[in-house]
């Protein structure tokens, strides 16, 4: 059965990634880490509505706890 798009609601499962946002958060959470050893930092996420921005961070705060995790 092939998933349906619910553009109201934000995805946390790697499973209903259908956009590839897993991948991308993956590649950036190394690049976060090593940012913020510096000064400062400041992040924007801009799109339209129901483009997936809650979904990219949602998969981003796990990639960069399970760093953390793998770290201690």
């Known amino acids: ?3 349906e798009l619910d ?3 934000a995805v946390k499962n790697s499973d209903d990634d259908l956009f ?6 993956e ?8 940012a ?4 400062g930092m400041v ?3 801009e799109g339209r509505w129901g ?13 960069l706890t399970s760093a953390q995790e ?3």
Do not use: C, H, Q, Y
Request: without cysteine; aromatic residues 4%; positive net charge.
């Open 7 to 9: 553009s109201d609601r």
């Open 51 to 63: 483009s997936g921005k809650t979904s990219l961070l949602n998969f981003l705060r796990a990639e």
């Open 1 to 3: 059965m092939a998933k």
């Open 27 to 34: 590649r950036l959470a190394p690049l976060v880490v090593e």
């Open 36 to 39: 913020s050893k510096g000064d």
């Open 70 to 72: 793998r770290r201690r």
């Open 20 to 25: 590839g946002f897993v991948g991308i958060a």
């Open 43 to 45: 992040i924007g996420l």
